[in-house]
């Protein structure tokens, strides 16, 4: 018997996710941020055509297992697709094909009921990046590499498990299971770090990986509503807060909703953690429903960048569905560790 399975990651760069002085290109137009992937796979290739990431991992495995449930074979048959990088001049576009690095496939490792394979795929930008950067030779003029390392493992009753085992700090992951579904989403962007020191040796080519801080995949309501936040007629308030610092405090008056771009945001109601979200969540909305009062905090776990706008420009119902799906999750995980 045969059991194939496949899992994908897409990168791609969100907006307001570059800061310091190669923000300016962005701003002026020169070079764009990427709307987010699509929330169902699809075709990659088409996807790739359509300038929808920076680069993608399909990491497809198999294994042969006998008649007594003994694995006889395995193998690989993914690999990486990168795009390109295109820069207006003038109104003309100007486009610089991206770099491939070697596709990293680790040989199959067999585990406790089955074998599990590891593919990192990456590479970097066309176009030159000189910069400053902190460690010799102290000048770059290379760009920064960009990578993901997926890990599929297949066991012999056909089950199948995947995760985000290492990533660059920048650009944002989205990771797909074998029904082309988005999974996983990795929790936080670090350009400024990921610009200084993602060069040379400090890589899957050399000798580090970077691992991943991975949160859940917010729900179908929050993708909506966030469309409606982000591109509707009252431009959202754009913030970043420092790790540690509290956004809304419990008892407080409150009317504005916040969609986290990146980053994780704790919820405490009486000093008590109640869950961690990560990017694409909304919150706030409680107070809304509640007679303007905060029914708990908001605390930022890590350095988090977010959208703010009234809770008012939200239909009613649609806040009372997004209180509930919140209330739902943090009585099935009081304490989570994403």
Same mark, same amino acid.
């Given at each position: 018997?045969?059991?194939?399975? +496949?899992?994908?990651?897409?990168?791609?760069?969100?907006?307001?996710?570059?800061?310091?002085?190669?923000?300016?290109?962005?701003?002026?137009?020169?070079?764009?941020?990427?709307?987010?992937?699509?929330?169902?796979?699809?075709?990659?290739?088409e996807l790739r055509l359509a300038d929808r990431f920076r680069f993608a991992n399909v990491l497809r495995a198999?294994?042969?297992?006998?008649?007594?449930?003994?694995?006889?074979?395995?193998?690989?048959?993914?690999?990486?697709?990168?795009?390109?990088?295109?820069?207006?001049?003038?109104?003309?576009?100007?486009?610089?094909?991206?770099?491939?690095?070697?596709?990293?496939?680790?040989?199959?490792?067999?585990?406790?009921?089955?074998?599990?394979?590891?593919?990192?795929?990456?590479?970097?930008?066309?176009?030159?990046?000189?910069?400053?950067?902190?460690?010799?030779?102290?000048?770059?003029?290379?760009?920064?590499?960009?990578?993901?390392?997926?890990?599929?493992?297949?066991?012999t009753d056909g089950r199948a498990e995947f995760s985000l085992a290492g990533a660059s700090r920048f650009p944002?992951?989205?990771?797909?299971?074998?029904?082309?579904?988005?999974?996983?989403?990795?929790?936080?962007?670090?350009?400024?770090?990921?610009?200084?020191?993602?060069?040379?040796?400090?890589?899957?080519?050399?000798?580090?990986?970077?691992?991943?801080?991975?949160?859940?995949?917010?729900?179908?309501?929050?993708?909506?509503?966030?469309?409606?936040?982000?591109?509707?007629?009252?431009?959202?308030?754009?913030?970043?807060?420092?790790?540690?610092?509290?956004?809304?405090?419990?008892?407080?008056?409150?009317?504005?909703?916040?969609?986290?771009?990146?980053?994780?945001?704790?919820?405490?109601?009486?000093?008590?953690?109640?869950?961690?979200?990560?990017?694409?969540?909304?919150?706030?909305?409680?107070? +809304?429903?509640?007679?303007?009062?905060?029914?708990?905090?908001?605390?930022?776990?890590?350095?988090?960048?977010?959208?703010?706008?009234?809770?008012?420009?939200?239909?009613?119902?649609?806040?009372?569905?997004?209180?509930?799906?919140?209330?739902?999750?943090?009585?099935?995980?009081?304490?989570?560790?994403?």
């Open positions: 018997m045969r059991y194939e399975s +496949c899992v994908t990651s897409l990168s791609w760069i969100p907006s307001e996710a570059v800061v310091g002085p190669a923000r300016a290109a962005f701003d002026a137009g020169l070079t764009h941020y990427d709307h987010p992937p699509p929330a169902e796979l699809g075709d990659v290739e198999w294994i042969d297992v006998d008649d007594s449930g003994r694995a006889t074979g395995a193998g690989y048959s993914g690999g990486g697709l990168i795009g390109s990088t295109t820069i207006r001049v003038g109104g003309l576009p100007f486009i610089f094909q991206a770099v491939q690095l070697p596709v990293i496939q680790r040989d199959p490792e067999v585990v406790s009921g089955g074998v599990r394979f590891w593919q990192t795929v990456g590479g970097r930008t066309g176009l030159p990046a000189p910069r400053r950067v902190r460690r010799k030779p102290f000048i770059q003029w290379l760009p920064p590499l960009v990578w993901t390392t997926l890990s599929l493992t297949l066991h944002r992951h989205w990771v797909y299971d074998d029904a082309g579904r988005v999974a996983l989403k990795s929790g936080l962007t670090d350009f400024e770090d990921w610009f200084r020191t993602s060069f040379g040796r400090h890589s899957p080519w050399g000798d580090v990986d970077s691992s991943a801080l991975v949160m859940a995949v917010e729900t179908a309501l929050e993708r909506s509503l966030s469309t409606q936040l982000m591109h509707g007629g009252r431009r959202p308030r754009i913030e970043r807060l420092a790790a540690g610092t509290t956004l809304a405090r419990q008892g407080q008056p409150g009317a504005d909703v916040y969609l986290l771009l990146d980053g994780v945001m704790r919820v405490e109601r009486d000093g008590e953690r109640l869950a961690e979200y990560g990017p694409g969540a909304l919150l706030g909305e409680r107070a +809304c429903l509640e007679g303007g009062i905060r029914t708990a905090s908001l605390v930022a776990v890590t350095p988090c960048r977010l959208a703010t706008v009234p809770a008012s420009l939200f239909q009613r119902d649609a806040l009372e569905e997004l209180a509930a799906s919140h209330r739902r999750e943090q009585a099935r995980e009081p304490n989570p560790s994403f």
